[in-house]
Each structure stands twice: as C-alpha cells, then as structure tokens.
C-alpha cells in the first residue's frame, strides 16, 4: 500500500512539472508555445526514459570498472544484487576525492551503480555495502527512472524560463495578449522567478520521499541499518571538507547533497542527514529480527 502511495504521489508531483512546463510555453507563444512544449514535454520524457543514465554517468565523469580493477566493489555489489534480488548492475568509479556515490537506469535490468574515489578511502567494507545497499534499493524500486525524469522535467523549466526572461529583456514579450504572450510584464516576471522555484521544490519532494525508502530497503538488504547510519555520518562531514561540483539538476541522485552552502542549504535534495541517521537506528530491532527470520 506504501508503494501504491509513493507511486501515485511521484506521478503527481511529475504532472505538475509538466504542467509547469505547458504553462511557461504557453507564456511565451500562447496556444503554439504550449503545443509546442507538449511535444517537447513528450519528447523530453521518452529521452529520458531512455538515455537518462547514459546522460548522469556522463555529466558525472564516471567510468565504468572491470572486475579486475575494482574486485572489492564488484564482489560486494554482486552479494548484495543477489540478496535485493535484481541482477547485479553494472559497476562505475567517479575520480573525485569528494565521498559520495548514486544509482542510476531505468529498470533493474538496465542499473548502474556509480562511487566516488573518495567515497571508497572513507568508508570500511561494512559502511561501504551500507551505501551500496542503498542504491540498489534505489535500483529495485525503479526511483532512478523516476528521479532522472524529474530532473529532466525540472532543468527544462528553468531552461524555458531563461529564455522568457531574454525574450523580455529583448522586447520578445509586448504584453499584448492577441499574440499569445502573457498579460503584461508582470505576470511573465512572476512565471519567470516562480516557475523554476516550483519546478525545483518539485523535484526536492520527490527525491526527499524515496531517500528514507532507500534508507530503509537497504538495511533490510544488508541486514543491519547501522553501517549505513554510519556511512551517512562520516559522508556528511566529508562532503563539507570536499564539496562536490555537479550540475544542479543532477545532485539529487547522490545520496547525501553533494553541494553545500548558500543556495544548496536553502533547497537541499535530501533531508536533514541527522533525521536519517535517527530513522535507520530505530529500524535496528526490527531489521535484525527480520533477518534472524529468512534465516530460520
């Protein structure tokens, strides 16, 4: 049941992006421009249906890792794939001393698991399959098709939105409502400050909601929630020793904020990391007494 309410309320908050997405278009060229976007909205979906984990592995500079180079990793991500119960995903290093990691792919059968270099030097093994545990959960409940999406959606509003803004600096937008443009310059003003800070809460709400899902399938995956409570301490000073420099639309994959300070604090992609930590201890009972059970 959950699961039915995590889905329907992703779908919703995917719609609304959309919309926002008609609504802009709409603001630049009226009925055109949002028929316009539609097919662009449309076409934006199914490219990122598609090549959305090509794009993040890329925009991350992660490259993918043989056996041989990483043999540690691969061993613990194919224990851990087995015990989730997808097939094991393909393996990918980030050469950042930044620690962090994220998954991407759009079904079980297409995932990839990506992790930093510094990711690998802070954690011991137990805290590592933590993090791995983490993002195959992520992998298994289809949240990195619907994550890549949203953050799709979202950079495409703001990408509209500069364009309506140069459109008014450059006298595209008059104001006369005959051609399709907004009301006044007013209002294309409010679409253009309101609609890429809409479009981003959005996406934060989305991303926030599955990260305590994660959070808590991967410790049923591992068995034990706190090496991963561990983890999540030990990533939070790190990234604030070595930030991580992501695009934007992009940082709600990782799994903690890559970025920190102004903006970045005001919309963080994750909740608070303390607020984790104290949700994966209180799963410390339940979590061993349902591993103790599969065991018998």
């Known amino acids: 049941m959950n699961q039915f309410w995590n889905t329907l309320k992703t779908t919703l908050f995917l719609g609304a992006l959309t919309g926002l997405f008609l609504l802009i278009g709409g603001a630049i060229g009226g009925a055109t421009g949002m028929m316009v976007a539609l097919l662009l909205a449309i076409a934006m979906n199914m490219g990122a249906w598609w090549f959305s984990d090509k794009l993040a592995l890329k925009f991350s500079g992660a490259r993918e890792v043989a056996p041989a180079e990483a043999p540690e990793l691969h061993r613990l991500v194919e224990q851990l794939s087995a015990r989730a119960g997808i097939p094991k995903p393909r393996v990918y290093l980030i050469d950042s001393p930044a620690p962090n990691a994220f998954a991407t792919g759009r079904s079980p059968a297409k995932g990839a698991v990506a992790v930093t270099a510094g990711l690998t030097q802070l954690l011991n093994r137990e805290e590592l399959a933590g993090v791995i545990a983490h993002e195959l959960a992520h992998i298994k409940h289809r949240d990195t098709l619907i994550s890549s999406i949203a953050a799709s959606v979202a950079g495409a509003v703001s990408m509209i939105a500069d364009m309506l803004m140069w459109g008014m600096i450059f006298g595209g937008m008059n104001g006369d409502e005959e051609e399709g443009g907004p009301a006044n310059a007013v209002g294309g003003l409010a679409t253009i400050v309101l609609a890429p800070i809409a479009a981003l809460l959005i996406q934060l709400a989305i991303s926030r909601s599955r990260e305590y899902g994660a959070d808590a399938e991967g410790a049923r995956i591992l068995g034990d929630p706190l090496p991963l409570a ?31 300070g102004g903006l970045t604090g005001l919309f963080r992609t994750h909740p608070a990391t303390d607020k984790r930590i104290a949700a994966l201890r209180a799963l410390t009972l339940p979590v061993k007494r349902e591993a103790e059970a599969s065991m018998a």
């Open 230 to 260: 561990s983890a999540l301490e030990k990533l939070e000073a790190g990234v604030r020793v070595n930030p991580m420099e992501v695009r934007p639309a992009t940082s709600h994959l990782f799994i903690v904020n890559p970025m920190v």
